[in-house]
């Protein structure tokens, strides 16, 4: 028999249950003081059945950590001790009350000079789809376009549309012809069948290709991004942002995620200062309308220099208008948390997007237009 008080001492605890909608796998995160407390009253070994599984996926749970999901079915716990491949897992009821977690990650940004080659490396070379483009007579205010003023382009792509897919968003600045990078960026990996080498885009942004048998539906499986200080960065993402967190490689690597089937983001120490420079882009996020400026209140608690753009709506022409909160983490990375409702409507795929950018890259080039 499993003594709670022993159960008390890990708090690298997860929880599995099977949605009954979608016979996928959903994630929970219940608070390790609350799973001791009730197995001390309510545990019996009849009911609890030891297996042992390498399958099992380890996050490490700060104990306030925020939000949580909702699960009406079973509910698997899993421990591991110093992170080892040896892992215990019990099954116990869902007794005590969870609350849903609806956070999803989104897209990447990424700064594009020359929408052309831009187009033929993600569509031509990796096989990806235009899903909308959008053209803006003016700039963001929420600085999506990268800042400042003058007219810019938006375009969405990736394998698949937004609503379960993760994507790149590509901003294209009239005005802006050269693009240098920093030293923030690592990498996005792509999981994919095909027998690809690791590149970079026409801008310097880097793609690492990892070979598996049969591509998920969803390939990009995590977006890598440098900081200073990986400890700092943990108490910012995990604590007051509430992804899951799980260090590895000594303490040098933390991949976090709001769960396992959503596209991760691994977090690198380079103990050295993050420069970030004008091909800099930032990682996007969804989370109820409602929630959004409860989230802002959250951070500007924590330090309110983490807030670069408090809430605020963003309207597109002839589109439904979202509404958003930036954030910067303790590196400079940007964090855009958009209400996911409205973003919903937005983001549907539009069968006329790879027509409308290919129109906008001949209008502004013209004669140019291998220049472009």
Not at 280 to 286: D, E, V
Not at 303 to 309: G, I
Not at 326 to 350: A, W
Request: aromatic share 12%; net charge neutral; hydrophobic share 35%.
């Amino acid at each position: 028999m499993i003594d709670a008080s022993d159960i008390a001492k890990f708090i690298e605890i997860v929880c599995f249950c099977k949605n009954p909608v979608t016979n996928g796998t959903t994630v929970l995160k219940i608070h390790v003081q609350l799973v001791a407390l009730w197995l001390s009253r309510k545990f019996k070994p009849t009911f609890a059945k030891m297996v042992t599984t390498s399958s099992v996926v380890l996050w490490h749970i700060t104990q306030d950590a925020l939000p949580y999901y909702k699960c009406e079915d079973r509910v698997y716990f899993s421990r591991s001790e110093h992170f080892s491949h040896w892992k215990a897992a019990f099954l116990v009821l869902p007794y005590f009350k969870i609350v849903k977690m609806s956070a999803r990650s989104l897209h990447y940004v990424f700064r594009t000079a020359c929408r052309q080659k831009t187009y033929d490396f993600y569509v031509k070379k990796l096989g990806m789809k235009i899903l909308r483009h959008e053209e803006y007579g003016e700039g963001c205010k929420a600085g999506c376009d990268g800042g400042g003023e003058g007219k810019w382009s938006k375009t969405m792509i990736g394998y698949g549309p937004e609503d379960d897919h993760f994507v790149f968003e590509l901003t294209y600045k009239y005005d802006l012809k050269d693009i240098p990078q920093g030293n923030e960026f690592g990498g996005v990996v792509v999981k994919t069948d095909r027998d690809l080498e690791s590149t970079t885009d026409p801008e310097g942004y880097k793609f690492i290709f990892e070979k598996v048998e049969s591509a998920p539906k969803n390939p990009v499986g995590k977006v890598i991004l440098h900081v200073e200080d990986l400890e700092k960065s943990i108490k910012f993402w995990g604590d007051v942002l509430g992804f899951f967190v799980n260090v590895t490689k000594a303490g040098e690597r933390a991949l976090i995620s709001f769960g396992p089937d959503q596209t991760a983001l691994e977090l690198v120490a380079i103990h050295a200062p993050i420069k970030r420079n004008t091909a800099s882009g930032r990682i996007a996020f969804s989370i109820p309308q409602s929630e959004l400026k409860p989230l802002e209140a959250k951070v500007k608690e924590f330090d309110e220099k983490r807030v670069e753009t408090p809430f605020t709506d963003l309207e597109t022409p002839g589109k439904q208008t979202v509404s958003v909160v930036i954030l910067t983490d303790p590196d400079g990375h940007e964090i855009c948390f958009v209400g996911d409702e409205n973003f919903r409507k937005l983001s549907q795929p539009e069968s006329n997007a790879d027509e409308s950018l290919q129109k906008a890259i001949k209008e502004a080039c013209g004669k140019c237009q291998k220049k472009e």
